[in-house]
């Protein structure tokens, strides 16, 4: 069904199947979110003939709130300590800071302007956090529903104007809050625009049971601990294992290749070459990245032995198992590589850059400013 409304009846072209790419704005989510609609607004209409005598649905309404409620502290728990310990958005990349501005795309733009600040991650991770917490309470739910419509459109606009694959997630928690926030819109708009006195709501019951509440409160309770210890668990050992937190390689760094040998023949850096390397990036355990001349990048294993002086490096569907190139480090910020690779005999003197003076990831906070750093 999905496939046909999405192709015949809108005619759309695409990849209409499941696949993980990261991406939630494919083809066939689109689509989906179309058969949904569909069948929704058949659904209500059925529904509202077949149950019109029905004064209310009060009881509906509260199990539908609460099933939202559960969704949105999962996931505003979940994105908010991705962000509290920065793994959503580890630090721009060796690999990024070399890219120019021109050549990123708007998300890899946003991606960077988001790892830049540990800062703001944790301001925006908390506030989606408190977000989380303040719907669990049936209290604070129409507080925590603005709270949450409020950072998720701040989320769901970035999106939309940087290109970012998540729109209609984001969008759906957006309305999400919103539609819990609306279910107290009379008091709301009582007390902050027509400036009337309001009287407290009396929240719907599934049951008056004292023992029912008591164990209702000890479960959120406990819920509430086990998420906080398993989210921070998890946030931790995901930025000590691939964040900003994580243990650098050796040879971290970003080499510049001042003299190439190819074959034997001393290749000039022009940057019309396609075959000579420019930088050579060493960022995560076991991968690096080549800039050619030309800008283009090739990505390889990158695999150091124990000692330090032997390396095994291919391409990523390349086979090879045994050390390629043999290193020597004739001082601190000097590299001298020889091997064969793709057949080719080469040999490169590379000196590594001071990562101090790249200004993006250096340049701090300063309460004072005498004058804009808008370089």
Do not use: C
């Not at 301001?123 to 209290?139: A, Q, Y």
């Not at 009287?199 to 049951?207: G, L, N, W």
């Not at 931790?236 to 034997?264: C, V």
């Not at 390397?277 to 001349?293: Q, S, T």
């Amino acid at each position: 069904m999905t496939v046909w409304l999405g192709r015949d009846v809108l005619g759309i072209e695409g990849r209409y199947e499941f696949f993980a790419t990261g991406s939630g704005d494919t083809t066939m989510a689109y689509a989906g979110l179309f058969t949904q609609l569909i069948l929704v607004v058949l659904g209500t209409v059925l529904w509202s003939v077949l149950d019109r005598k029905r004064r209310s649905y009060n009881a509906a309404f509260y199990w539908y709130t609460v099933i939202l409620r559960i969704f949105l502290v999962f996931f505003m728990f979940t994105y908010g300590f991705a962000k509290i310990y920065k793994s959503q958005f580890a630090g721009p990349s060796l690999l990024r800071l070399l890219q120019p501005i021109g050549d990123m795309s708007p998300m890899g733009l946003a991606w960077t302007y988001m790892a830049q600040s540990e800062g703001f991650n944790m301001f925006t991770g908390f506030m989606e956090v408190l977000g989380g917490l303040l719907l669990i309470p049936k209290r604070t739910q129409a507080l925590g529903g603005i709270v949450v419509f409020g950072v998720m459109l701040q989320i769901f606009m970035m999106n939309m104007f940087y290109d970012i694959p998540v729109k209609l997630f984001s969008a759906h928690l957006m309305l999400f809050g919103l539609l819990i926030f609306v279910a107290d819109w009379k008091r709301f708009s009582h007390v902050f625009i027509k400036n009337k006195p309001t009287e407290a709501v009396e929240y719907y019951k599934p049951t008056k049971d004292p023992v029912y509440h008591t164990v209702i409160m000890w479960f959120k309770v406990a819920g509430i601990a086990i998420l906080f210890a398993l989210m921070g668990y998890q946030g931790y050992n995901a930025e000590h294992s691939f964040g900003d937190k994580r243990p650098k390689p050796q040879y971290y760094g970003i080499w510049e290749a001042e003299e190439f040998l190819k074959n034997g023949d001393t290749i000039a850096p022009l940057i019309t070459r396609s075959d000579r390397w420019r930088y050579l990036v060493i960022d995560r355990k076991g991968y690096a990245a080549v800039k050619m001349m030309n800008d283009s990048t090739k990505r390889f294993n990158f695999i150091v032995d124990s000692t330090g002086q032997s390396l095994t490096m291919r391409s990523r569907s390349d086979t090879l198992t045994e050390s390629n190139f043999t290193i020597t480090q004739t001082d601190s910020i000097q590299l001298i590589l020889k091997g064969v690779l793709d057949q080719d005999s080469l040999q490169i003197r590379l000196r590594a850059r001071d990562l101090s003076q790249i200004r993006l990831i250096n340049r701090g906070f300063h309460w004072i400013n005498e004058t804009p750093n808008n370089r």
